[in-house]
């Protein structure tokens, strides 16, 4: 039996996104690096060329409307982590992942805005002069998440 506190799993989404190929490239990425499933909160798009792997046909997808309408349905025992440049979010680097978690990515112009930030039970950032774009964010999160590194 499959037991929802035990097993490992993680989604991934972009809230607002500013273009449909940012999501596409962040779709595939999700496909290959172990996204349980993907999802979009404001904007929604359709199929993207960008996405060749054909992702949002092999794992879940979801939209919400609403911030309020994706946070109620977050699943049962998930932490929502939100990748964000703010001094408050802890480095990548050493950050340990939770086993089961929801990530959340902003616009590349607007980002997260505070009242998102204050519902997320993380706040993650790396390294970066300047902010990257989404697609890439994204990828650099689900990548390090792959790395053998202890889970919270």
Known sequence: MNDNFINEYFGIGIQNGKTPE???VLWRSAQNLGATFIF???NRYAKQACDTH???????????????AFFENLPKGARLVGVE??????DLETFEH??????????EDHGLSK???????????????????????????MYDR?????RS
């Open 146 to 150: 792959n790395l053998p590194k202890p």
């Open 54 to 68: 054909d992702a949002v046909k092999a794992i879940p997808y979801f939209h919400y409307d609403t911030f309020e």
């Open 98 to 107: 939770p086993r089961r978690c929801v990530y959340l990515l902003g616009a």
């Open 22 to 24: 940012n999501l596409g």
């Open 115 to 141: 009242k998102v930030m204050a519902k997320c039970h993380h706040l993650v950032k790396f390294k970066s002069i300047k902010s990257l774009n989404v697609a890439v964010a994204g990828t650099i999160i």
């Open 85 to 90: 440049l703010d001094d408050k979010a802890s």
């Open 40 to 42: 979009t909160i404001g």
